[in-house]
């Protein structure tokens, strides 16, 4: 399997306060790998890191082997990492269609705009029909629609969810958790943060949990089940 993502020993600080200890993980190309963990263990710092968002004090980021710790958003971007945030950040003032074009603000990704944009209203056809509704307007089932659609208008190489079931209504959850195993099964590498951890195994492949800033459990969906550890420890975690 091709390895695509590569995180060796990254190490992150919030000012005076260390978030990440000697983080490690890899991700193989068209895998759905999770991140998993209770609030505050460090699991959207990790994907900061990946982003650019928050540099590595020490440690190495590699997308197809291209150096990327302490690069730029833009240049994350450019090489194909695409982030959804947890709280989806949209523009609410703006209508549906103008908040998936903000995500083709690259060239390439301008190119590709009228391609991209039908291809996120196949996925969530209820977005081509609330696409000039402002986006603050919509439920949060929508909104996150809207936020993985700006994502994929990228084109991204590794789709990054930062707890993207939060503030999602149950009948949704299910809709979103389609969209996504389709955009899977097309061939997107995807990583998936998430805190419920029930939910999360549902969806991907493999696992890293993530406790107080370190890695400390990693398998596949079936091992880790089997963990009595893992099942004692994190299972009651929602």
Do not use: F, K, T, W
């Given at each position: 399997m091709i390895q695509m993502l590569e995180v060796s020993n990254i190490s992150v600080s919030h000012g005076s306060l260390q978030a990440l200890w000697d983080v490690s993980f890899h991700v193989g190309k068209g895998e759905r790998v999770g991140i998993l963990g209770a609030n505050g263990a460090g699991k959207s710092t990790t994907?900061?890191?990946?982003?650019?968002?928050?540099?590595?004090?020490?440690?190495?980021?590699?997308?197809?082997?291209?150096?990327l710790a302490g690069k730029p958003p833009t240049e994350c971007v450019t090489h194909g990492l695409a982030l959804v945030p947890e709280g989806r950040r949209l523009f609410p003032e703006m209508s549906v269609r103008e908040n998936l074009e903000m995500g083709?603000?690259?060239?390439?990704?301008?190119?590709?705009?009228a391609e991209n944009i039908e291809k996120v209203y196949s996925l969530f056809p209820i977005l081509k029909q609330k696409a000039g509704q402002h986006a603050g307007e919509l439920s949060g089932g929508q909104q996150q629609m809207v936020a993985i659609g700006r994502a994929l208008m990228t084109s991204p190489r590794i789709l990054l969810l930062d707890e993207p079931f939060l503030g999602v209504a149950p009948l949704l959850v299910d809709e979103v958790m389609h969209a996504l195993g389709l955009i899977a099964a097309d061939g997107m590498t995807v990583v998936l943060v998430e805190q419920n951890i029930h939910r999360a195994l549902d969806f991907v492949d493999r696992a890293y949990v993530i406790e107080s800033g370190r890695i400390v459990l990693e398998g596949t969906r079936e091992s880790l089940l089997g963990d009595t550890n893992f099942s004692n420890k994190f299972l009651g975690i929602d």
């Open positions: 994907l900061g890191a990946l982003m650019g968002l928050y540099p590595p004090s020490s440690g190495e980021i590699r997308l197809l082997g291209h150096p083709a603000y690259l060239p390439a990704a301008r190119r590709a705009l």
